[in-house]
């Protein structure tokens, strides 16, 4: 987000409240490109620097407190610091961080893995999703012996070559700088929930060795994909024997303690996990079906008499990570945690929609599980917020919003009232947010709405 808002009240008291972020942004300027480490903390005037971050709320340097929703991008189901989760890492940091061996911790965590995703026969730890992303597409490739991978426009994998484009820039599925052309030749890209498409790319093109699609739709559902379409991808690749690699980097273990794939009642071939997969800290795997998994094994491999993929990661299944992330799948599994975060975001959408209403704003607020997503109708489409069915609207529908000082404002206008959301976009909720964080945001909502009349912007 890089709009200038001179002149803008809302911006004005954003930089009155964050002077100590925004010297430290001038300083991060010095070392680090834009002064930030993702791209998604590029904020204009100058983003956030937190200190502090316990449940569903955090604390920037400036001592500001907010409601949090950008819940570690995702990865933080059960809020921050939750003590069970903070005491295994810290009693993990004693014992060491890395010991360039084996550790029991990594059996115990992809056996717990196994016994709460269906489709997780065989569990290669990463370090990151991205990671993962990569490794499930060399899988594909060699069990296969095919070199296409489809995906569609708007799914986000991550940052590797293969998924560097067709995000929210190169629909048309050429390179973003620093890709090789060759690379992006060997990805199809088709339009969103396109089953028929879909069908034609399979039906002609021999060369497709999986179809990769994120959990319950682009940018984990803010462009839907159903349950329905979900399984028409899947009996569409099995009539092609083709495999499917479905992305639940955000949903596994959030949607419920076995993800997507269980609650839908779907067996993808490969599964892409991290985030809450790691309780919060660096983590991620590949699982999915043991033939497939079974190309990274060296016995496996020199049996069938085929080379090995090869594969290394200084910090694949980290003690510390490993401890953490035992410690929150064992929480996931055996309590209500996935369904309290459920509920509360059901809860804060239909409130959020109610105020829409009330204040005459023809948005509204959409979502599934214990994720929201902000919809800011630039098309000015009629609509009633507590009407609102996200899944009626075509994928055309969901076009970025060209008022960009608008989402700016939103954003800001939402942090000075001791909110932070994914910044426009919406946010994840997390099963510690309660009935006082609720009222905190829809009284926060209320008051952005009325600061963006104000400025004109509504």
Known sequence: MTVALSNSQIEARYRAMTTRSATLHTEAKKALPSGVVHDSRHVDPHPLYCELALGPRKWDVDGNGYVDYYGGHGALLLGHSHPEVMAKAAAQLQRGTHFAACSELEIRWSRLIQEMVPSAERVRFTASGTEASHMAMRLARAATGRSKIVRFTGHFHGWQDHVAFGVRTHLDGTPTPGVVKGVADSVVLIPANDLKRLEAVLSTDRDIAAVMVEGIGSFTGSIPTSGPTLKAIRALTQAHNVLMIWDEVVTGFRVSPGGAQAHYGIKPDLTLLAKVLAGGLPG?????????????????SEKAGREKIAHQGTFNANPVSAAAGIAALEIIKNTDACARANAAAARLRAALNAVLEEEKV???????????????????????????????????????????????????????????????????????????????????????????????EL
């Open 284 to 300: 991620g795997a590949v699982v999915g079906r043991r033939d497939i998994l079974e190309w990274l094994d060296f016995e496996a």
């Open 362 to 456: 023809p948005w509204a607020v959409f979502g599934e599980f214990s994720i929201f997503h902000i919809f800011t109708n630039p098309d000015g489409r009629s609509l009633t917020p507590t009407r609102f069915d996200a899944s009626a609207l075509d994928t055309a529908d969901f076009k970025s919003d060209p008022r960009k000082s608008l989402l700016s404002k939103l954003y800001l206008a939402m942090v000075t009232n001791g909110v932070d959301l994914m910044q426009w976009r919406g946010g994840f909720v997390s099963a510690t947010h309660g009935p006082a964080e609720e009222q905190e945001t829809i009284a926060a909502w209320r008051k952005a709405l009325r600061l963006l009349k104000d400025e004109g």
